[in-house]
């Protein structure tokens, strides 16, 4: 079973589409010791196969369009962080505490990028705001990786010990993960069968008309809600005002989108939030789970307000398990699982994937799994959940699974040249915030859009209500 396979089954989609599929491939591409450029290739593709049926389905298209993957689009979206330019600036990525350190028994990974998540780190050490990255260090030298996993996520902070892969394994988390399929799918209700209007306009658009309400932050969930706005989507990035995000994450995760901020705890904006939620399609989330679940936006309670809704929940480390309740990111997830030994050096350093490719992979995995969601809506109805976890796809990429082995090659592929150069799968748009460099995605199909409709706007700057 090929790669694109793999991703199509755990999506639920009919087999014989799968040679729709072809990839131009690219040496040079993701390059790792893990199959990344493979696992990249499926998560993508299986995203573009998706939208192609769901478009195909919209427009009365007697045959699904054709999708072609290319690697070096690939390579360049699962960078976009780092081809981002903002009037020729490169972005800020990885704070200075955002990190490995060694421990006393080996090594660590902390993530602070956030003012809160740092704030918590250095609490959780016993050390002041203004403490320096040596001081960090001098601290962390003298305790067990172990011991300042639990006492920083204690705090609240984010910090993970390196594990092997072996170890993980032995995990009560990892073996739960295993368990678990790649994607999640649940049908919640009975809800009437959907029926969109047809699609009859170029570029095939195949989510024009729908409205997708995105709960989601740092990259993953972006990712999955950026594309959705890709394919026609009008999508509404909602965030508490009390924690904004990163301008430049922002800048590069929110293309096609609008952005506003509502506070859940006050009644005028909840009563905002749920007049949304009547006219909404999609909702995506992407915070820890449960955390949102004392606002009434379990999967359940969402569907009970809105029938016939698509709900896509996104986590670290799933929602299940000793970890299930836990915060995390691609960084942390790679050390936990490890593939930072996987991918380290022989003297023990860690090693790191050649991108955010749990972050991205997944991304693409969760826009894919409501595309499909809202096809056999078309065909059965019912109100949907999917869920995916980053860890989730770690071990589908380490081959960490109990239904089959590591991504391979696709089924269809046709030679390319190496890929040196990122500029073909670049351009430049205008924006608020000046001009920007940014990576084209990777998704497409015969007849979909080239790009984004917009660039993103200022952060929060957007009315909460739809288009």
Known sequence: MTDIDMAWAALGGNASLVPRVSAVVREGALTARLPVRELARACVGACALAGAEWGARRAGLVQVPEVRVDDGAVATAFHSERHLRVEGRAPETFAPLSRFWRTADGWVRTHANYPHHRARLLGALRLTADATVETVEAVLAERSAAEVEETVYAAGGLAVAMRTPEEWAAHAQGRALAARPLVERERLDDAPARTPPPLTDAPLLP??????????????????????????????????????????????????????????TAPGDREAFEELLTGADVVVTGYRPGALDRFGLSARALAERRPGLVVAQLSAWGAYGPWGGRRGFDSLVQVATGIAVTEGAPDGRPGVLPAQALDHGTGYLLAAAVLRSLTEQTERGGSRVVRLALARTAAWLTGARGDGGRPTEAATVVPGAPYEDASPWLAEADSGAGRLRYALSPVRFAGSPPTWERPPGAWGADAARWR
């Open 207 to 264: 989510m024009a008309g729908l409205r997708v309400l995105d709960l989601t932050r740092v990259v993953a969930g972006p990712v999955a809600t950026r594309t959705l706005a890709l394919l026609g989507a009008d999508v509404l990035r909602i965030d508490s005002p009390g924690l904004p995000e990163l301008p430049d994450q922002h800048l590069d995760m929110d293309f096609g989108k609008r952005s506003a901020t509502l506070d859940l």
